[in-house]
């Protein structure tokens, strides 16, 4: 009865702060991060802070158009895609995994200056991987130079792959290096997880500045 009490407790605090908890966790990249683990990671627990729309106009939108966006963070996949993935995400809208889970993470393709975290030409990427899925592959894709995220969406022609790892066992942190070339400032790198444990692929945007 106790047990009970807390769980009832918990979900209705949880229902205040618009939070609607996963079935079960996933994961998502950590660093660079992800668009709406970013926007989670700093303003988590400051969400209703008016000073979001002003400081980090990009997550301002996307608390405002969907908050179980970043407080699921670790739910952007798409289920049965057996790897078409050009064909199971429109152009435009490669953020959200095109408008997966019920269009909850729409906000993630909106062009804007989202927060970018500065980089050098040789950098790690991080998957977090909270569930301890594994990966059949990982695909790490870096905007071509020229292409600029805060005029423009994101279309898979603007992706080059610049790095391919295969069956990866389950950890918690996957740690994938990468060589961005001769890239100079703001990019988006757009990581594909394909999980192992069933057909369920993660797709991650993160803003990146290339510093040179």
Do not use: P
């Given at each position: 009865m106790r047990r009970r009490a807390v769980a009832v407790l918990s979900a209705a605090a949880a229902l205040l702060v618009g939070f609607v908890p996963s079935a079960s966790a996933h994961g998502s990249a950590t660093d660079p991060p992800s668009r709406n683990y970013g926007c989670w990671q700093r303003w988590g627990s400051d969400h209703l802070n008016p000073n979001m729309a002003t400081l980090d106009p990009m997550c301002h939108q996307a608390w405002q158009d969907n908050a179980n966006a970043m407080w699921n963070w670790n739910g952007l996949y798409r289920n049965g895609v057996a790897g078409n993935h050009q064909a199971a995400i429109p152009d435009g809208q490669l953020c959200s995994a095109g408008h997966t889970e019920g269009n909850r993470y729409n906000s993630m393709d909106t062009v804007g200056?989202?927060?970018a975290v500065n980089k050098p030409r040789n950098f790690t990427v991080n998957i977090y991987d909270q569930a301890f899925h594994g990966g059949d592959y990982y695909r790490v894709y870096i905007t071509r130079q020229g292409y600029n995220p805060i005029t423009q969406p994101l279309r898979?022609?603007?992706?080059?792959?610049?790095?391919e790892v295969g069956k990866t066992p389950p950890q918690q942190n996957t740690l994938i290096q990468v060589d961005a070339g001769t890239r100079t400032g703001r990019h988006i790198v757009y990581t594909i997880w394909k999980a192992s444990h069933m057909d369920q692929t993660y797709y991650f945007c993160?803003?990146?500045?290339?510093?040179?």
């Open positions: 200056d989202w927060k898979w022609s603007d992706l080059q792959l610049v790095k993160s803003d990146v500045n290339f510093t040179g």
